[in-house]
């Protein structure tokens, strides 16, 4: 029970906080880089809910792809909100 609650959900649910954060911070400052930003996030968080999604509907063998590509979606947004802070200042 608790582990599709920490493998499935929690990082679907991050991985759409981080997609919002991105559209966020684009519709604040639309630019080119932005724009990039959030196209790769929403490319990798849409991989890794359908991965997600294919791993616990067909209880096939778990895989860290999603998860890896989490993470990249949060160090993306991590650098888009360090670019968006560095414009300002």
């Given at each position: 029970?608790?582990?599709i609650?920490?493998?499935?959900?929690?990082?679907?649910?991050?991985?759409?906080?981080?997609?919002?954060?991105?559209?966020?911070?684009?519709?604040?400052?639309?630019?080119?880089?932005?724009?990039?930003?959030?196209?790769?996030?929403?490319?990798?968080?849409?991989?890794?809910?359908?991965?997600?999604?294919?791993?616990?509907?067909?209880?096939?063998?778990?895989?860290?792809?999603?998860?890896?590509?989490?993470?990249?979606?949060?160090?993306?947004?991590?650098?888009?909100?360090?670019?968006?802070?560095?414009i300002?200042?």
């Amino acid at each position: 029970m608790y582990e599709i609650i920490i493998w499935g959900y929690l990082p679907a649910v991050l991985g759409l906080i981080f997609l919002l954060i991105s559209l966020f911070v684009t519709f604040r400052q639309p630019d080119i880089i932005n724009i990039i930003f959030t196209a790769f996030i929403a490319t990798f968080v849409i991989i890794a809910e359908f991965l997600l999604l294919e791993t616990f509907n067909y209880n096939a063998y778990p895989t860290y792809v999603p998860h890896i590509l989490i993470g990249v979606g949060m160090v993306l947004i991590i650098g888009q909100i360090y670019y968006r802070l560095k414009i300002f200042k």
